[in-house]
Every structure is written in C-alpha cells, then in structure tokens.
C-alpha cells in the first residue's frame, strides 16, 4: 500500500491570528529593520571600497561604529519579526492559482515570486550575517562580503516589489483594528477567541525583536554588555579592545618580534625612510581616543598613542594629498594590503600606534606598529605594519 502525502489545503488554517492585520503589522518593522540593514550594509561596503568617487569622511570618529552596530542590530531584531510575519502568512503559499482570471493571475504570480525571492535572500542574508559575526565561515565557493552585498540587493528589489503589489492591502490593515476581518480569509475561525489575542502577538512579536536586540546591542554599547549574552564581544583583551586575529593565526610572531624589523616608507617608487621601532619611539609621540569597530558588529574604544602618520609622511617628504597604501607583515588575507585614502593619510588623528591604554601594543593587537584611523573599519586598520607606499 503506497501512502501519499499531500500538501495541506488552506482550508486547514483557522487560527484568525494568521491575517493580513498581524502581517502588516510585523512586516512594517521588519520592513523597517531590512531598510536599516540596507543603508547600513551600502555604507560598510563603501567604506571598504579601495577606491572611492567620494571620499568616506573621517568624522565623525564613531561615525562606522554606529553604523556597523545598528546594521547587525537590526538583523538581529529581524529574525523574530521573519518568523511570525512568515507563520502568518503560511496559509498563503498553498492557495490555488486565479487561472481564469488573467489579471489576478499576473498579480498572484508577480506577487507569489517576490516573496519566493524575498523569503530566499532574506534567510541567506540572515544566516550568513550571523556566522559572519560569530567569525565562523562553512562556505568556501563564495566571498561573504561580495555575496552578502549582492543578495541585499535582490532582497530589497523583492521587498519594494511585495510591498507595492500588496499595498493596498497593508494601507487598508494598517489604518483599521486590528481585529477587524474584512480582509480576513473565509476560513479563518473569526469568532473564536482562542488562547492569544491578535494583540498579544504582535506585542509578544515586538517584545521578543527588542530583548535580540538588547542581547546583540553590547557588542556596541558597552553598559550593555553585562546583559547582552548574544554579544560576540565582551571588551575583553589588552586594553580593553578585543582581538579578531591573533598574531599566530596570522603567522607573524617570528617577524614582528625580530629585531630586524623596520617600517619602509617608500614615495614616488623610492625608499624615502626605513625605521626600527626605536626610531618610531623618538619621533614625537601623540594620543587619540579612538574607536575600533569590526563588520562583525563590535567595537570598542581605545586609548591610542604613536606617532601621527601625517608628521611621519612628511618627514620622509611625501605629498600630503595622496593615498596610502599600506601593507602588514602577515603573508596572505585579503586585507593584508590596503589602501588609505588621503584624507585619512592627513587627519591628524591618524597614528602609527605603538601603545594602547598607555601601554606597549600586545603581539595580538599589532606589535610593533599598526595603523588607527578615526571612522574606518577595523578590518583595514592594519596590524604589524611593514611598509607604507605614498600613491605617485
């Protein structure tokens, strides 16, 4: 005897808290959390871009930290928010096709293909962007930062489309009760009370989008770390400012403790300066306060002192308005050379570190010399520093 198994018939979706009312409801903050995500993940993006029409600003100094923070944030939040507004709509994906109707047709499939597309990308991005901020990658056949920008895009396309499709709709929802069930399905069981109101949900739904992103935000806000368990940084590390990459992951503790090493300075193709740690240590020292911020969502502020780069470039007699481009002593990674643009090169607060919360730097945090830039993510802010090239 062979048993069948068929999909489920709408029909069989009672519950009236599976209605158009609770899914616009969740869908706009979710819609809201995804525009966030969004805006966010396009500044990340553009600040990592080695070459920028218009240049990233430097100011202000936490201006990354902040947005890096919210954009992993909101992610966070969005889980909850992309689990109800998809139960809720659940009875949808098994309704038939308006065949005869070729308008409704159009407009079902049209719709039905976004929310494919949206559901797809919106759970890819999900679930990439929290292996990225617990630094655990299983894919090796893509690049996370191309993919996850590229998918953003399709997934915000998708949203715009649904939204607009669905518009009428969601205006009509949202500027009723929300018991109301004139846009209720037939079958929905509508004079049940049932165990939860549809208010409760969506409350229950909003609670639960704030305690993630209470239990995410302490990677950024510091009085918040106590309480955030999802945090994948807790501030801890020398001085307080945690550590990404460790100086024997990157292969670098022989060289950057050999007392060979020196810092090459080279300009308009010539080697304009080659300096021992000793020689960077009687260059006039200076402090900023500055944050380091990771695409992984952390940051952490840190008292930083070194010598300022703009002072050292003129010393060796480089422009002052030229890019930068800057290389660390590990041997491979894809930001182990990386450019910084000039506005960066002549801020003031930009310094060849050497101590950290008064301090001389930890191996980890790029013993002997690494850069600190203000506004700039922490991935191109350069440990164990070798050589430093001033674009012709």
Same mark, same amino acid.
């Given at each position: ?7 489920? @018939? ?114 890819? %991005? ?8 617990? %630094? ?17 895009? $399709? ?9 607009? =499709? ?28 049932? $165990? ?67 810092? /090459? $300075?080279? =300009?308009?193709? @010539? ?29 952490? %502020? ?7 780069? $703009? ?19 590990? /041997? ?26 008064? /301090? ?29 090239? =001033?674009?012709?």
């Amino acid at each position: 005897m062979t048993m069948r198994l068929a999909p489920p @018939s709408p029909d069989q979706f009672t519950s009236r808290l599976r209605s158009p009312a609770v899914a616009a409801r969740v869908g706009l903050w979710l819609g809201i959390c995804f525009g966030t995500c969004f805006v966010t993940g396009l500044i990340s993006h553009y600040a990592q871009l080695p070459d920028q029409p218009i240049p990233f600003p430097t100011s202000p100094s936490w201006g990354y930290r902040l947005t890096q923070g919210l954009h992993v944030v909101t992610g966070t939040a969005a889980i909850p928010l992309l689990l109800v507004k998809l139960w809720s709509v659940l009875p949808k994906l098994f309704e038939g096709l308006p065949l005869r109707d070729v308008r409704a047709l159009v407009l079902t499939g049209l719709e039905r293909a976004s929310i494919a597309v949206l559901v797809a990308s919106a759970i890819f %991005q999900l679930a990439t962007g929290l292996a990225n901020a617990a %630094q655990w990658y299983p894919w090796s056949a893509f690049s996370f930062r191309t993919t996850h920008y590229a998918i953003a895009w $399709v997934a915000i396309g998708a949203l715009v489309v649904h939204v607009a =499709v669905k518009l009428p709709v969601i205006r009509d929802v949202l500027t009723s009760d929300i018991d109301a069930t004139s846009r209720d399905r037939a079958t929905a069981a509508t004079d049940t009370p049932g $165990v939860l109101s549809r208010r409760a949900l969506v409350r229950t739904t909003f609670a639960a989008a704030a305690v993630t992103a209470l239990a995410t935000a302490g990677s950024t806000v510091p009085w918040l770390r106590r309480v955030s368990v999802f945090a994948v940084r807790t501030g801890e590390g020398p001085g307080g400012v945690p550590i990404n990459k460790s100086a024997r992951a990157a292969r670098v503790e022989e060289s950057a403790t050999s007392a060979d090493w020196r810092l /090459e $300075v080279v =300009v308009d193709g @010539s080697t304009a300066a080659s300096l021992s740690y000793d020689d960077l240590r009687a260059m006039p020292q200076h402090t900023a306060d500055l944050p380091i911020a990771c695409v992984e969502g952390w940051s952490a %502020q840190g008292t930083w002192s070194g010598v300022r780069l $703009v002072d050292l470039l003129a010393s060796a007699g480089a422009p002052a308005d030229r890019d930068v481009a800057v290389t660390s002593l590990q /041997e491979s990674g894809p930001y182990r050379r990386t450019t910084l643009p000039a506005n960066f090169a002549a801020d003031p607060r930009t310094l060849l570190a050497l101590d950290l919360s008064g /301090e001389p730097l930890a191996l980890d945090h790029g013993y002997p010399c690494r850069l600190i830039a203000p506004d700039r993510p922490g991935v191109l802010q350069t440990k164990w520093l070798s050589r430093l090239e =001033v674009s012709t």
